[in-house]
């Protein structure tokens, strides 16, 4: 879908978007860090995992339609 246009508040959703995916990992990578649970470690790393996915996904949105993937950096 190369040259997708999109508008100027959809863009700013998913700039929003990727900020709150952003802060849930960062969230997630603090309590990884500090639980020394393994269950706890391996639903902490799906976590970041699905949100790594999610900002590629919503990063990949904004490529499409010509714009930075950057929410705000």
């Given amino acids: 879908m190369h040259g997708m246009t999109i508008s100027e508040?959809?863009?700013?959703?998913?700039?929003?978007l990727i900020r709150v995916e952003e802060i849930c990992?960062?969230?997630?990578?603090?309590?990884?860090?500090?639980?020394r649970d393994q269950a706890v470690q391996g639903?902490?790393?799906?976590?970041?995992?699905?949100?790594?996915r999610h900002i590629s996904?919503?990063?990949s949105l904004l490529?499409?339609?010509g714009l930075?993937?950057?929410a705000g950096h």
């Fill in 9 to 16: 508040m959809e863009k700013l959703n998913i700039q929003s």
């Fill in 68 to 70: 930075t993937g950057e």
């Fill in 57 to 59: 996904a919503l990063n």
């Fill in 63 to 65: 490529q499409e339609a």
């Fill in 43 to 52: 639903l902490l790393q799906q976590t970041l995992d699905r949100g790594q």
């Fill in 25 to 35: 990992a960062k969230k997630a990578q603090i309590y990884l860090n500090q639980t």
